[in-house]
């Protein structure tokens, strides 16, 4: 057990003070807090402006002075409205000034009702916001309602207000925000798969500087497996809790607030559901970083990491896949499937548990596969490690590493 403290201290120390780590956290960290600034920089860059400017031109007085209802909705715009007759030429000269930055005209024609939207390119538009459509039409057919002389009876029987619900057919209902469940998805894939990456990259590392020879001749490639796997682990399990930590409180600080429960609904995180993704963060990197062991102890140069961890990221990639594209239909048997085979149950599992979908039994069969699935693996990466480990030859082909593990000497 001090061997295994003693590789791993000496990997943490090695782990943090790497520039690369330092640096590539750091940027990290200043994209979050810059991501979530964007709106408030947009804000500061428009002159603190909620929208486009958008000037209406109804000198005809079409709308007869209902236009005024249009700054009473939120359509995200800064409405100006005259009854000037400006000219195609004095909109033109608006636009480009700065003043406005789009123009509605509102003329008779022949009976009809004719709307020139004006804007700077039409490449930039491409057309008429379906939007602002709709509300011209809705407030010219209200008004013109409203000039029949229709008791309100009769206006709500031509008006009906439908109430639409949305139900399923499923016993098992999903609640959540989908959105947030594919983003945490994405950060947990990503923060297990870098971190495990880190395992290959740091034995071969060793391999090249011949530290490696000094480790095994001072303690056991399975304290070496064992303490470099935990030791990583530790550093990828606090970079990750500094990096959700930080985009949390950047959120809460810099977002507004309607925003942040309309769009990033967080009221299923909960600090079960917190501790459980901890211990599926902490079981898929075992999972995967082991893995990468084995084959990080089967190439001598660092040129070969890529080709001989290809399998490995093959395997990632569809354990990710699986439990990402399966969150389109949760309450789907595919789904249920990601959240127990052990290569896709670290990115499902918990959003499972946050749709609601799981219960303690499915959890503990769940960690059950996973803690097996460990094992195994342990078994094998540390019988191939052993004897690959002090290879300087050619990268091992995958016919030796099968002999390796059946050979009964090693």
């Given at each position: 057990m001090r061997d295994i403290l003693t590789v791993m201290k000496f990997t943490i120390k090695e782990m943090v003070k790497r520039k690369s780590f330092i640096i590539s956290t750091l940027i990290i960290l200043l994209l979050i807090v810059i991501g979530f600034n964007i709106p408030n920089l947009m804000k500061k860059l428009n002159g603190e402006s909620t929208g486009d400017k958008l000037l209406i031109v109804d000198n005809e007085n079409v709308f007869e002075g209902n236009l005024e209802l249009l700054k009473q909705m939120d359509l995200g715009y800064e409405f100006e409205i005259?009854?000037?007759?400006?000219?195609?030429?004095?909109?033109?000269?608006?636009?480009?000034?700065?003043?406005?930055?789009?123009?509605i005209v509102i003329e008779k024609q022949a009976g009809n009702v004719r709307i020139r939207y004006i804007v700077e390119s039409t490449s930039m538009m491409g057309e008429v916001p379906e939007g602002l459509?709709?509300?011209f039409n809705s407030l010219y057919t209200s008004m013109q309602i409203g000039k029949l002389g229709l008791t309100?009876?009769?206006?709500?029987?031509?008006?009906p207000n439908f109430e639409f619900t949305l139900e399923q057919t499923d016993e098992e209902e999903a609640s959540g925000n989908i959105l947030v469940m594919m983003m945490m998805s994405i950060v947990l894939f990503y923060a297990i798969y870098f971190c495990a990456y880190q395992v290959s990259s740091s034995i071969t590392t060793e391999k090249t500087s011949k530290i490696m020879e000094t480790l095994v001749t001072s303690t056991s490639p399975r304290t070496i497996v064992l303490g470099k796997t935990i030791g990583i682990g530790i550093v990828g399990l606090l970079q990750m809790i500094v990096i959700v930590a930080t985009a949390l409180i950047s959120a809460k600080a810099f977002l507004d607030p309607e925003l942040l429960n309309n769009v990033l609904d967080m009221s299923n995180i909960t600090p079960y559901l917190g501790i459980i993704t901890i211990i599926y963060f902490i079981l898929g990197y075992f999972t995967y970083a082991l893995l990468y062991a084995l084959t990080g102890s089967t190439v001598s140069k660092p040129e070969d990491i890529q080709s001989a961890n290809t399998p490995v990221t093959l395997l990632a990639m569809v354990g990710f896949y699986l439990s990402y594209f399966t969150m389109m239909n949760p309450t789907s048997s595919l789904n249920l499937f990601a959240s127990l085979f052990p290569i896709s149950s670290p990115f499902c599992m918990p959003f499972r548990i946050m749709m609601g979908l799981s219960n303690g039994t499915?959890?503990?069969?769940?960690?059950?596969?996973?803690?097996?699935?460990?094992?195994?693996?342990?078994?094998?990466?540390?019988?191939?490690?052993s004897n690959a480990i002090l290879n300087y030859g050619t990268k091992m082909s995958f016919k030796d590493i099968i002999n390796i593990y059946k050979d009964k000497k090693n």
């Open positions: 005259t009854n000037q007759n400006l000219k195609f030429d004095d909109i033109k000269q608006k636009i480009e000034n700065g003043e406005i930055a789009e123009a459509i709709n509300t309100e009876a009769e206006l709500q029987s031509i008006t499915d959890v503990a069969i769940s960690i059950a596969i996973l803690i097996v699935t460990i094992l195994v693996i342990v078994k094998v990466a540390i019988k191939i490690y």
